[in-house]
């Protein structure tokens, strides 16, 4: 009996690291923007958390330096926020939120 429930164990988790695997694979694809300054500065990431573009308004380049370098910082921490959480939503649904707040590492 024991024999026959560890085999069913470990094909679960083997199931389980497969889909894992998959959402890893897919979370390149996932598109995340934020924006700050009303739009003056704007920013794509990914799922894993590379970005992808940034967007300065020209209007934004007549601020001063410092005011533009907080809207780009803004825009990039809300974008890496959103596709953390997004990331991590993702990865509850496919486990069944088994692993908690556990932080799996490249997510």
């Known amino acids: 009996m024991f024999k026959g429930n560890m085999s ?6 083997k199931d389980m690291q497969e889909q894992i695997e998959e959402a890893q ?3 390149s694809e996932m598109i ?7 739009g003056m500065v704007s920013v794509q990431v990914n799922g894993k958390q ?12 007549s601020e001063d330096k410092e005011m533009l370098e907080d809207l ?3 825009a990039m921490n809300k974008a890496l926020s959103k596709s953390r959480s997004d990331s991590q939503e993702k990865m509850n649904a496919i486990t069944g939120g088994m692993m908690g707040g556990m932080k799996i590492p490249g997510l």
């Open 25 to 27: 694979n897919h979370l």
């Open 32 to 38: 995340v923007d934020a924006e700050s300054g009303g």
């Open 50 to 61: 590379e970005i992808l573009e940034l967007n300065i308004n020209p209007d934004a380049l």
């Open 72 to 74: 780009i910082i803004s």
């Open 8 to 13: 069913k164990l470990l094909k679960q988790a």
